[in-house]
Each structure stands twice: as C-alpha cells, then as structure tokens.
C-alpha cells in the first residue's frame, strides 16, 4: 500500500515540487524574524498554492466549455473546467494585494519602530 502511495508520488513531481514549496514557505515564516522573510514564505506558500491549482486542472485534447449547438449530445470530459482557471486568477489577485498591503505594513512598523525584527519590535513595544 505505501510503495503504491509513493510510486504515485514519483510519477506526478509536480505534486513533489508542490509540496516541498509549500513547507519551504511555512519553514521561512515560522524559523525568520524579520517580517518581509516571513512575507517571502507566505508569497511562496500562494505560489505553491497557484501551482498546485494550474497542474490539477491541467486537461490534455480538452476544448473550451462553450457550447455551439444545442443539438448534438454533450460529453462533459472533452471540456476543461473553467473553475480551478477562475480560482488561479482569483488566488493570483489576492496574492497581489496580500504582498502589497503586508509591505506597506511592514514599512509602517519599520518608521515607528526603527527595525523588522520581530524580537526587537516585541521589546520596544514594551
């Protein structure tokens, strides 16, 4: 059962590179204190998360799901799912706006606290 788990595993890395993407992300946020590090592991959590979504929804000989004829009989798998396409966006987006309101933040805090440093910013808060 575990050796059929991994031989899966080996013949999908997209799956492999998703993953380790996603723990090098966390790994960054949780081990830095400096704030733009952890917002660099949060960024590369989204893009694990992006990329996990693009190579799911990837569909071979797929047509778009657009119908022109009401006649002929509809087969749903020639058709690739709009939905993880619609969500890659969406994610892409927030990503973007995520990053941009995190930095200015981050900016915010190093002009009334003079430092990224998490530690340092705790103990001047105090």
């Known amino acids: 059962m575990m050796f059929e788990l991994i031989?899966?595993?080996?013949?999908?890395?997209?799956?492999?590179?998703?993953?380790?993407?996603f723990l090098w992300g966390i790994y960054i946020m949780v081990t830095r204190y400096n704030l733009v590090k952890k917002l660099i592991g949060m960024y590369l959590m989204q893009t694990s998360v992006i990329f996990f979504l693009v190579t799911t929804s990837a569909k071979r000989d797929a047509t778009v799901p657009i119908l022109l004829s009401t006649t002929e009989i509809i087969h749903p798998e020639v058709y690739a799912n709009p939905l993880p396409h619609v969500l890659t966006l969406t994610a892409i987006v927030v990503g973007v706006a995520t990053l941009g309101v995190s930095l200015a933040l981050a900016d915010a805090i190093y002009k009334k606290y003079g430092s990224l440093d998490e530690e340092e910013i705790l103990k001047r808060m105090e």
Not at 7 to 21: D, E, K, M, S, T
Request: zero cysteines.
């Open 7 to 21: 031989g899966g595993w080996l013949q999908r890395p997209n799956y492999i590179a998703f993953v380790l993407l």
